[in-house]
């Protein structure tokens, strides 16, 4: 069974700063993993889709990498700004198993950027 | 690339009614479609899959009389909150692709609240 982890749970920084969230994964046979962002009382809006062939994807300031042999991916934001507060959420697509074909998500990072 | 237009966005509703919500799939085939749930500062959780032409696979615990799933075309697939009650309250989001595998797609989800 797929598991998805998100570490830290939550996260203060100040303006400016460039940070990484983290999100690990037990099951390597994927096919993609999928960074989102929801604001609160919103919905999800797709942040970076990575294909399990690929090793990061980049849209300004973010990059989102992905190690699928250790079971890993990491969030950069780069010069973070107090828009970027928001819960950030990882989903692994699996490949195989009960979950083939299922997106499991982690349980998010929490951000807060102080101005 | 594909996308998959989820309505309504926001809804509210009286105790004891039922809601529907639709996911259509706009420029391809949906096949499949699966129905996501995110409880209050928790994850989203799979509730069900759906494949056109066929009954709904609930996951554990999943009341299918409560939540009930129709994907009866390629296009289009429903989630019914039946005789809603307010710990029904919970954002939902659908998820849902064809024959590619590396083509599914999110919906933008939708929050229910049930006063």
């Known amino acids: 069974k797929q598991e998805v982890t998100q570490i830290p749970a939550a996260l203060s920084v100040p303006e400016g700063e460039n940070l990484v969230l983290n999100c690990s994964f037990t099951?390597?046979?994927?096919?993609?993993l999928q960074w989102f962002r929801q604001d609160p009382g919103k919905g999800l809006t797709s942040l970076l889709l990575?294909?399990?062939?690929?090793r990061e994807q980049t849209s300004g300031r973010l990059n989102a990498s992905l190690d699928k042999s250790s079971g890993r991916s990491t969030l950069y934001i780069a010069a973070s700004q107090p828009g970027d507060s928001a819960t950030y959420l990882c989903?692994?697509?699996?490949?195989?198993?009960?979950?083939?074909?299922?997106?499991?998500f982690g349980d998010g990072t929490t951000l807060t950027v102080k101005p | 690339g594909a996308v998959v237009s989820q309505h309504p966005s926001r809804v509210i509703c009286k105790s004891g009614t039922s809601v529907k919500i639709e996911c259509r799939s706009l420029?391809?085939?949906?096949?499949?479609m699966f129905w996501y749930r995110q409880f209050p500062k928790k994850s989203l959780m799979l509730m069900a899959t759906?494949?056109?032409?066929?009954?709904?696979?609930?996951e554990q615990g999943v009341e299918k009389d409560k939540f009930l799933i129709n994907h009866a075309s390629l296009t289009l697939s429903t989630l019914t909150v039946t005789s809603a009650h307010p710990e029904d309250s919970s954002f939902y989001i659908c998820?849902?692709?064809?024959?590619?595998?590396?083509?599914?797609?999110f919906g933008s989800g939708t929050r229910l609240t049930v006063v």
């Open positions: 759906s494949n056109e032409g066929s009954k709904a696979t609930y």
């Open positions: 998820f849902g692709g064809g024959a590619s595998n590396y083509g599914y797609t």
């Open positions: 989903a692994v697509r699996s490949l195989r198993g009960t979950n083939a074909g299922k997106s499991t």
């Open positions: 420029d391809f085939q949906a096949t499949t």
């Open positions: 990575i294909q399990s062939s690929q």
């Open positions: 099951d390597s046979a994927i096919y993609n």
